[in-house]
């Protein structure tokens, strides 16, 4: 896993290992940000981060901040030594804790959010919901959910979404 664009092109990132974790690939992460394209100076918010690979690949492409939302105490120290590589210390907060929490407490207005949870697990919707219902999308902002072709957006969400791409068993939903 590598960073594929912006002022860390090239920088290889320390991935999570193990049959649960599913990093997002160079193509998948290609086909993310030619969609969004511009990231310079926004606010990031990557939940269900893992090893930051998305969020990292956003502070690269110009973000001016990033925060890393992940339970899992393997992902945040990965997070942690990634961030470290690449020399982000100042631009990145890591949160470990469990999505729906962080959302509760959430106040902070972010221009791009990025979720990437678990396949299969009943997660997509109920997470952008709670994005929404929790009004930490700044105006104009969007957000990038990476989720399996299995896992079908609710209908109730579908006026939000923008775009909506399949790459093999991998969807990207982009709404606003």
């Known amino acids: ?7 860390k092109k090239g920088h290889k990132l320390i991935s999570l290992t193990g049959a649960k974790t599913r990093p997002t690939t ?10 969004i394209y511009d990231c310079q100076d926004m606010k990031v918010l990557d939940l269900y981060s893992g090893s930051g690979g998305l969020g990292f690949e956003a502070l690269s492409r110009g973000a001016s901040s990033l925060e890393l939302v992940d339970r899992s105490e393997k992902a945040v120290k990965i997070a942690m030594k990634n961030m470290n590589k690449l020399q982000y210390e100042d631009r990145v907060k ?5 999505v729906e929490a962080f959302l509760k407490i959430a106040t902070e207005k972010y221009d791009l959010i990025l979720l990437d949870p678990p396949y299969n697990q009943n997660l997509i919707n109920a997470t952008i919901k709670a994005v929404f219902q929790s009004d930490i999308l700044a105006d104009g902002g969007t957000i990038v959910a990476e989720h399996s072709l299995q896992e079908k957006i609710r209908e109730e969400l579908s006026s939000r979404i923008i775009k909506q791409k399949r790459y093999g068993d991998t969807v990207i939903t982009i709404l606003q």
Do not use: N, T, W
Not at 1 to 7: C, F, K, N
Not at 29 to 35: D, H, L, N, R, V
Not at 94 to 98: A, D, F, L
């Open 94 to 98: 890591i949160h470990k804790q469990r």
């Open 26 to 35: 160079d193509y998948v992460k290609e086909a993310i940000f030619s969609i």
């Open 1 to 7: 896993m590598r960073v594929i664009a912006g002022q």
